[in-house]
Nanobody, 126 residues
């Protein structure tokens, strides 16, 4: 079992920055992929960024590429999402996710992930 707790959400103006954190506990050595997803009201959950835990290989959605950076600190068992140049359309509930199951294919498919945090809200005003 893996437990995930997000923090760092808040309200910013367009063009501003936020850094989200996700602290993992439990069977963290079994984590294969970690990712950030977001979900705005009335919309489907969207994959934002992922990181392959053993190799640090990252993957981003086109909507955030060049503005967001996913990283991990293995010593602290913490996942980060640095979000720069935020836009109103980035506003959503952001979720940290992890999977202990090996897979091949798109790492931003929420169905791949078996552990989820409770979410942290990001609001961006224009």
């Amino acid at each position: 079992q893996v437990q995930l707790v997000e923090s760092g959400g808040g309200s910013v103006q367009a063009g501003g920055s936020l850094r989200l954190s996700c602290a993992a506990s439990g069977a963290t050595s079994d984590i294969y992929y970690q990712a950030w997803f977001r979900q705005a009201p009335g919309q489907e959950r969207e994959g934002v960024a992922s990181i392959h835990t053993p190799t640090d290989v990252t993957h981003y959605s086109d909507s955030v590429k060049g503005r967001f950076t996913i990283s991990q600190d293995n010593a602290k068992n913490t996942l980060y999402l640095q979000m720069n140049n935020l836009k109103p359309e980035d506003a959503a509930m952001y979720y940290c996710a992890a999977t202990t199951q090996k897979f091949y294919g798109v790492p931003l498919d929420p169905a791949r992930y078996n552990y989820w945090g409770q979410g942290t809200q990001v609001t961006v005003s224009s």
